[in-house]
């Protein structure tokens, strides 16, 4: 991956609020927990630049491989699905967080991937476990999974060994420690909070407990 990509991202990423860090006021995740780095890559879709920029990254990233087909993670991971598979004329498709209640009550919309050699896009990495969902999904339809490829990633070990487990690679454009290396460079974060940060990272689910922050969203401090 071109540092110059992965730099210009996270750059952008800090600008438009995609990606925040904050370690004295954490962010509470949908699971309750407190953690000091909050993504939302949504907000990389409203400038045209930064989508350009995420296709680009996620093309380097396929670069040695030859797919037949880009399939997006419902919902997010949709967009920057569609840019790729647009920048590489590439049929396009993606895959449902659940089945429709009507119709062909279909997982799998958009092209058909049976007999097909697929990258699955991603926003996101976190744990991982959404993500495979989409690999099994695809693999259960038939087709071949080459990789897993995403916006951003937390880089938690988690993921990693689950997608080792399902036997299927995965990269992302932007990793945390960049992000971290971007955001110092810019005067964002202290390297104090950054070597919290990174504790973070080995022990996410503990952070919080550790600085004071509670599960269930109190403030024990």
């Not at 880009?70 to 049929?91: K, Q, V």
């Not at 897993?148 to 938690?156: D, E, L, N």
Request: proline share 3%; net charge neutral; with cysteine.
């Amino acid at each position: 991956m071109s540092q110059n990509i992965s730099k210009n991202l996270a750059l952008a990423a800090l600008e438009c609020g995609a990606l925040s860090l904050n370690t004295k006021n954490p962010f509470r995740w949908a699971s309750g927990y407190f953690m000091p780095v909050y993504n939302d890559n949504r907000l990389l879709l409203g400038s045209a630049n930064n989508r350009k920029l995420v296709s680009q990254g996620l093309a380097e990233l396929c670069k040695e491989i030859k797919p037949d087909l880009i399939s997006g993670c419902a919902t997010a991971g949709i967009a920057p699905a569609l840019g790729l598979a647009d920048l590489l004329s590439l049929p396009f498709g993606y895959v449902r967080s659940q089945a429709k209640e009507h119709g062909r009550k279909q997982l799998v919309e958009g092209a058909a991937v049976e007999g097909k050699k697929v990258v699955v896009v991603e926003d996101l990495i976190s744990t991982g476990g959404s993500s495979l969902k989409v690999v099994e999904i695809l693999r259960e339809a038939k087709a071949e999974v080459l990789t897993c490829i995403s916006i951003f990633s937390y880089g938690f070990s988690k993921a990693s060994d689950a997608f080792q487990q399902a036997n299927c690679p995965t990269a992302s454009i932007l990793s945390l420690n960049q992000l971290l290396e971007a955001a110092h460079e810019i005067g964002t974060v202290s390297q104090d909070e950054i070597e919290s940060i990174k504790l973070w990272q080995q022990k996410p689910f503990e952070w919080g407990e550790i600085n004071g922050f509670s599960a269930e969203g109190k403030n024990k401090a």
